[in-house]
């Protein structure tokens, strides 16, 4: 998906290209989330929608959850839903960083691994 280290670095257009795609990814996968703690919410523990969107997007954004729980089933899912919170958001943030990292890395020509061809005619 990258240029590789040999490579010459991508043009500004296409690398904002790149850049508004890995948004899209992270804003479908936020979205997913979003949809997932809303259906948990609404189905668990018997919110109402607008209720299950509040409840699913604090959780989502780190800030907890609005309304008290009620049932086990319900607190169960919560438990399970800010753990993953807590991964996506950890996944976003690699998403959305992974082109402007790369970039640095790729314009200041820096390698992160040994290559097995720079040994090539020295004798060990």
Do not use: C
């Amino acid at each position: 998906m990258f240029e590789a280290f040999k490579e010459p670095l991508l043009p500004k257009a296409k690398y904002y290209l790149r850049l508004l795609y890995h948004v899209a990814v992270a804003a479908g996968i936020i979205a997913g989330s979003l949809l997932a703690g809303v259906l948990g919410y609404h189905f668990f523990e018997g919110q109402p929608w607008l209720d299950a969107i509040l409840n699913a997007a604090m959780i989502l954004g780190g800030m907890g959850p609005v309304n008290l729980l009620n049932t086990s089933a319900g607190k169960v899912f919560a438990a399970a839903y800010a753990l993953f919170s807590g991964v996506i958001f950890l996944v976003i943030a690699g998403i959305l960083f992974a082109p402007v990292v790369h970039r640095f890395l790729h314009k200041h020509n820096i390698q992160l691994t040994t290559d097995d061809d720079t040994s090539e005619g020295t004798d060990k």
